[in-house]
């Protein structure tokens, strides 16, 4: 039984043979773990079971200053933040798109990589990411604060350009589902650490009916969709299932009950994340990451989750404790049965 | 409460910055006393504003367009509140820690201080422990507010704690402290003074430590 077999087995809660995983890591976390494993391939050691395919967030071109520009002309300071960094300036200083022009959904960039990346990891499940898919693409281009106050000022404009942004994403669903994939993964963060920022009325005024539009486009090619959105949004779940969400990331267990929700959502949503990346990776023992770890994958083994924590492995996550929840989940009856 | 600061109190509530700053031009051409034009119209706005926020029937965009609304209104008020006199509530140095650059949470907490009566020193974000001794040093007394939205950068509150102290100048300051992953834990391990988790209770903390220092 390949990867690909027991994502779709955990997906569809078919009693996979074990929990899979799927964990990156931030530049910092990778190098610590990179040289505790010198000369090996690191894809190697985690044996992650996705494949990212299409260009997601990383389509950056280097302006210098420790600045890069992103294929929307969204400038990003990465002085600081190397891994994806803090938007500079206003790239849209009037609430109007006059006279800015998208860029091309089709470019041949968007899918330069898929072809080699399902052949080189074929047999893992294989999604398409759009980071920034709707609200923060909103919101990088127009400046957090001045889009929340948009909402109000400006909701002819909001509607625009959460449209526009969709308009552009479903063009790049289409052509990607001509590739043999099988989910699409969007990224759109829309929560605090307690509540949502713009609230449930705001959301189901602007994103919502967005994003039925771009679910639909996924589930009527019968593919799944995932969601990555930071936060405290789990009072959204059953209007997200409604239109076709299939799982849900980062799954953080400081703003959300993880152990009630996979129960609670058996055979309707499946959720990717967990392991607390703001309280137990960083300051917990290697004891505390292995009993989280455990627990996870004992709420999970009959189907419905996909171990990872909550967030790419921060910089200050000390090495043995990425150690010990690496060791855990290769440790599951059922991999070891496998490999 | 005055007809007048009432239209002031629910233009604020409701965002409207127009209808605000028409209202406090009025109640200044009335002679109504800046002190109560501030602190029942205005202060009493922003109160009712972090309240609902608590509810959960206000949220970032409802807070941010109060805000401005009070701003608006306190451009006019100002020279007359110094014209009368009118003490602040306290004094507030605020800014992301050094290594920090997300700023909203920060911004939120500014505007909600703000509109309760305080005077905000705002540092910015990615602020240095010294930047922080600088602003405290050329204060008698005031808070130091201090934000961070991740772990990485969590440990710079520290050094920005630890700074004030071998300055000198920790018994003139209370410092407190927020940040999507901070917790009150953390804050008393760092010594701080006080821990928030929304901009609605760091104004509540800010009037304890005020009351307290």
Same mark, same amino acid.
């Given at each position: 039984?390949?990867?690909?077999?027991?994502?779709?087995?955990?997906?569809?809660?078919?009693?996979? /043979?074990?929990?899979?995983?799927?964990?990156?890591?931030?530049?910092?976390?990778?190098?610590?773990?990179?040289?505790?494993?010198?000369? +090996?391939?690191?894809e190697?050691?985690?044996?992650?079971?996705?494949?990212?395919?299409?260009?997601?967030?990383?389509?950056?071109?280097?302006i210098?200053n420790?600045c890069?520009?992103?294929? =929307?002309?969204?400038?990003?300071?990465?002085?600081?933040?190397?891994?994806?960094?803090?938007?500079?300036?206003?790239?849209?200083?009037?609430?109007?798109?006059?006279?800015?022009?998208?860029?091309? /959904?089709?470019?041949?960039?968007? !899918?330069?990589?898929?072809?080699?990346?399902?052949k080189?990891?074929?047999?893992?499940?294989?999604?398409?990411?759009?980071? =920034?898919?709707?609200?923060?693409?909103?919101?990088?281009?127009?400046?957090?604060?001045t889009?929340?106050?948009?909402?109000?000022?400006?909701?002819?404009?909001?509607?625009?350009?959460?449209?526009?942004?969709?308009?552009?994403?479903?063009?790049?669903?289409?052509?990607?589902?001509?590739?043999?994939?099988?989910?699409?993964?969007?990224?759109?963060?829309?929560?605090?650490?307690?509540?949502?920022?713009?609230?449930?009325?705001?959301?189901?005024? !602007?994103?919502?009916?967005?994003? +039925?539009?771009?679910?639909?486009?996924?589930?009527?090619?019968?593919?799944?969709?995932?969601?990555?959105?930071?936060?405290?949004?789990?009072?959204?779940?059953?209007?997200?299932?409604?239109?076709?969400?299939?799982?849900?990331?980062?799954?953080?267990?400081?703003?959300?009950?993880?152990?009630?929700?996979?129960?609670?959502?058996?055979?309707?949503?499946?959720?990717?994340?967990?392991?607390?990346?703001?309280?137990?990776?960083?300051?917990?023992?290697?004891?505390?990451?292995?009993?989280?770890?455990?627990?996870?994958?004992?709420?999970?083994?009959?189907?419905?989750?996909?171990?990872s /924590?909550?967030?790419?492995?921060?910089?200050?996550v000390?090495?043995?404790?990425?150690?010990?929840?690496?060791?855990?989940?290769?440790?599951?009856?059922?991999?070891?049965?496998?490999? | 409460? @005055? &007809?007048?600061?009432?239209?002031?109190?629910?233009?604020?509530?409701?965002?409207?910055?127009?209808?605000?700053?028409?209202?406090?031009?009025?109640?200044?051409? #009335?002679?109504?006393?800046?002190?109560?034009?501030? @602190?029942?119209?205005?202060?009493?706005?922003?109160?009712?504003?972090?309240?609902?926020? &608590?509810? $959960?029937?206000f949220?970032?965009?409802?807070? %941010?367009?109060?805000a401005?609304?009070?701003?608006?209104?306190?451009v006019?008020?100002?020279?007359?509140?110094?014209?009368?006199?009118?003490? *602040? #509530? $306290?004094?507030?140095?605020?800014?992301?820690?050094k290594?920090?650059?997300?700023?909203?949470?920060? @911004? %939120?907490?500014?505007?909600?201080l703000?509109?309760? $009566?305080? &005077?905000?020193?705002?540092?910015? *974000?990615?602020?240095?422990?010294?930047?922080?001794?600088?602003?405290?040093?050329?204060?008698?007394?005031?808070?130091?507010?201090? *934000?961070?939205?991740?772990?990485?950068?969590?440990?710079?509150?520290?050094?920005?704690?630890?700074?004030?102290?071998?300055?000198?100048?920790?018994? @003139?300051?209370?410092?407190?402290?927020?940040?999507?992953?901070?917790?009150?834990?953390?804050?008393?391990?760092?010594?701080?003074?006080?821990? #928030? *988790?929304?901009?609605?209770?760091?104004?509540?903390?800010?009037?304890?430590?005020?009351?307290?220092?």
């Amino acid at each position: 039984m390949d990867k690909r077999t027991v994502m779709k087995l955990a997906l569809e809660w078919e009693n996979p /043979p074990y929990v899979p995983w799927n964990i990156n890591f931030t530049i910092p976390a990778m190098e610590k773990l990179q040289a505790y494993y010198p000369g +090996k391939d690191l894809e190697d050691v985690v044996q992650n079971h996705m494949v990212n395919v299409g260009y997601d967030i990383y389509f950056y071109e280097d302006i210098g200053n420790d600045c890069v520009r992103d294929n =929307f002309g969204v400038v990003w300071d990465r002085s600081v933040d190397l891994d994806i960094g803090i938007v500079k300036g206003q790239l849209l200083e009037q609430p109007s798109l006059a006279g800015y022009i998208f860029p091309d /959904p089709l470019a041949p960039y968007v !899918f330069a990589n898929v072809a080699g990346q399902l052949k080189e990891y074929g047999d893992r499940y294989r999604i398409f990411g759009i980071g =920034f898919s709707l609200y923060e693409r909103a919101w990088t281009m127009r400046g957090l604060q001045t889009l929340m106050t948009d909402f109000y000022d400006n909701p002819q404009f909001v509607h625009m350009l959460l449209n526009s942004i969709a308009d552009y994403n479903i063009t790049q669903i289409n052509a990607i589902l001509k590739y043999d994939i099988d989910a699409v993964m969007f990224g759109d963060d829309w929560g605090q650490q307690h509540r949502l920022q713009m609230g449930p009325r705001l959301w189901h005024e !602007f994103i919502y009916p967005v994003l +039925k539009r771009m679910y639909g486009a996924v589930v009527s090619a019968g593919k799944k969709v995932f969601i990555h959105s930071c936060g405290d949004v789990d009072e959204l779940f059953d209007d997200l299932v409604g239109i076709g969400l299939n799982c849900f990331n980062p799954f953080q267990p400081e703003v959300m009950d993880v152990s009630a929700l996979i129960p609670q959502y058996r055979h309707k949503l499946a959720f990717y994340g967990g392991l607390s990346t703001q309280q137990t990776l960083p300051y917990g023992t290697v004891m505390d990451v292995r009993r989280e770890t455990r627990h996870l994958l004992e709420l999970g083994k009959t189907g419905g989750y996909i171990f990872s /924590p909550a967030h790419d492995v921060p910089k200050d996550v000390p090495l043995e404790n990425m150690l010990a929840f690496i060791d855990e989940i290769q440790h599951q009856p059922g991999y070891l049965n496998l490999v | 409460m @005055n &007809e007048m600061l009432k239209k002031l109190f629910d233009a604020i509530l409701e965002g409207d910055q127009h209808a605000a700053a028409a209202h406090v031009q009025a109640a200044i051409d #009335a002679d109504i006393d800046p002190g109560e034009i501030l @602190n029942d119209g205005m202060v009493a706005a922003m109160s009712e504003v972090g309240r609902l926020y &608590e509810a $959960g029937e206000f949220y970032v965009p409802e807070m %941010l367009i109060a805000a401005r609304a009070m701003q608006a209104s306190m451009v006019l008020l100002k020279p007359k509140l110094i014209q009368s006199n009118v003490k *602040s #509530a $306290g004094k507030v140095v605020i800014g992301t820690v050094k290594g920090d650059l997300h700023d909203i949470g920060k @911004n %939120l907490v500014a505007l909600m201080l703000e509109g309760a $009566g305080f &005077e905000i020193v705002d540092l910015g *974000s990615d602020v240095a422990p010294d930047k922080f001794v600088e602003a405290v040093r050329s204060q008698e007394r005031c808070l130091v507010a201090l *934000s961070a939205l991740l772990t990485t950068t969590m440990p710079s509150m520290k050094n920005i704690i630890d700074a004030i102290v071998a300055a000198g100048l920790r018994q @003139n300051v209370k410092i407190m402290v927020g940040g999507a992953p901070v917790t009150e834990t953390f804050a008393k391990q760092v010594g701080a003074d006080g821990y #928030a *988790s929304d901009a609605s209770k760091a104004v509540t903390l800010a009037h304890q430590l005020v009351k307290a220092a």
